[in-house]
């Protein structure tokens, strides 16, 4: 019976010893929320956090706040050939946005810039497959940048600037 005992106890030693952890956060403020479709924690502005590397070379970061989103809001069926990255450098923007095109002629391609209320702000011509587009003159806000061929929308992105 000691022994059974005694075995028991190394081995709950042992399991506490190799990595046995909880998660940890460290957040500026955070909350419940709850209503008809459900519960939901969250937390807001996390100054901690930690990258875990797995056996096939796949990450995750726990508590990272990712302060940028480019996202493709709308596009056109037509133009399923197109091959059409954005790049923002740095991510987020804050001098200039670079557009990238793969795969499609460029010159009839004008890119321009609306603000939230849908004013146009700027619109340039395309000057090749890479194109800057100056975000410099530009308050901290979220844009749409329209990709047009002539006159028809080819996509619209979603663009967040910041000083």
Partial sequence: MNIK?????????I??????????????????????GGKASYT??????TTQTGTNG????QGV???????????IVEAKGINLGISAYP????????????NYETTNLQYQVFDINGKLLQSVKA????TKIETNNLVPANYFEKVLDNST??????????N
């Fill in 153 to 162: 929308e080819i996509k619209v992105f979603k663009i967040i600037k910041i």
């Fill in 44 to 49: 807001v502005g996390q100054t901690v956090y």
């Fill in 127 to 130: 000057t090749g497959m890479e």
């Fill in 5 to 13: 005992k005694l075995s028991t106890l190394i081995l709950i030693s």
């Fill in 58 to 61: 796949n990450t995750i970061a």
């Fill in 91 to 102: 991510n987020p923007t804050t001098d200039y946005l670079t557009v990238k095109v793969e």
């Fill in 15 to 36: 399991l506490m010893l190799t990595g046995l952890q909880a998660q940890e956060a460290i957040p500026t403020t955070g909350g419940k929320a709850s209503g008809g």
């Fill in 65 to 75: 706040q990712q302060p940028f989103e480019i996202s493709v809001v709308t596009g």
